[in-house]
């Protein structure tokens, strides 16, 4: 999913407004299974309950957007979660694609004990589709092309090798690698959670948090690190964390994280995107 083109330009203040109405209202409608959508006028009446100088515009502004939030969520994202059953199935077509083609990238095996210890299908896949996408651009098949496993901070210099950005956090993936990249994600993929607890919700301040400094060295410097968030498993994103996936939507349009990739959507949007970034050098 990517960011409403309508909201691209909103300051800093609207994006109180929005986090202020969303936790007042509420992120879901009770006993629907269905992420909100807030009325003009119930966001009048909110605002002036709690004495909330806020202006007709900027509360059309929120209405409208709370319901392109709402209708993202509802009628895309949650068709695109996978739960482990179906990114399974999934991943056994893109292994063999793997298999066959002597593929270089690490198919990693997740942390989960006894029966539910496999791989980590969801990062699998987008390292199949990222090495698969690379050799069909540049026709290279005697190297990876991506750093699969960075075990690094992102660090970015200028063209005199002075360093003028680095990260907080080490990342899942990068192109062409963690040394000045051009892209950078991180997997967020949650099948065989049984709870929806503190790893999820740092999950994604994490991400703001990354977002925030890849925000400040452009703004600083110029220099551009395109910065994806993956994210996958029915249960803990939908049935659990709407609220959360609020938070993503948000953290999106508000310039914070380039771009969230969710569950099958990566079969198109990935190769797409990686594309792009691979024919602007």
């Known amino acids: 999913m990517q960011a409403f083109n309508t909201f691209k330009d909103m300051d800093a203040s609207f994006w109180a407004v929005v986090r202020f109405v969303s936790e007042n209202l509420g992120y879901t409608e009770r006993g629907e299974g269905i992420v909100k959508k807030y009325p003009i006028d119930t966001i009048r ?34 068709k695109m979660l996978m739960d482990a059953q179906t990114a399974s199935e999934e991943f056994r077509h893109w292994e063999m694609i793997h298999r066959v083609g002597n593929y270089y990238c690490k198919l990693p095996l997740n942390k989960t ?19 698969k996408t ?14 699969d496993d960075p075990r690094s901070l992102v660090y970015i210099w200028d063209n005199e090798g002075r360093i003028i950005g680095a990260s907080s956090r080490r990342f899942d993936g990068a192109y062409p690698s963690i040394e000045n990249p051009k892209l950078v994600w991180e997997i967020k993929e949650y099948y065989y959670a049984t ?8 999950g994604v301040y994490e991400t703001q948090l990354d977002g925030f400094e890849f925000k400040e060295l452009y703004e600083r410097t110029g220099r551009k690190v395109y910065h994806v968030l993956f994210i996958d498993a029915y249960r803990t994103w939908w049935v659990q964390g709407k609220s959360y996936l609020c938070r993503l939507v948000d953290a999106m349009n508000s310039g914070i994280v380039d771009e969230v990739i969710v569950g099958r959507e990566v079969i198109t949007r990935w190769p797409e995107l990686l594309r792009s ?4 050098q």
């Open 45 to 78: 009446v909110l605002c002036k309950e709690h004495g909330i100088n806020a202006s007709e515009k900027m509360i059309a502004s929120v209405a409208q957007y709370s319901k392109m939030r709402a209708d993202l969520l509802n009628r895309f994202v949650e």
């Open 113 to 131: 004990k006894g029966s539910n210890e496999t791989n980590c299908f969801f990062t699998a896949i987008i390292n199949i589709i990222a090495e």
């Open 134 to 147: 690379i050799r069909e651009i540049t026709g290279n098949s005697h190297s990876l092309g991506f750093d």
């Open 195 to 202: 709870t929806f607890g503190s790893r999820v919700a740092d």
């Open 277 to 280: 970034i691979i024919e602007e």
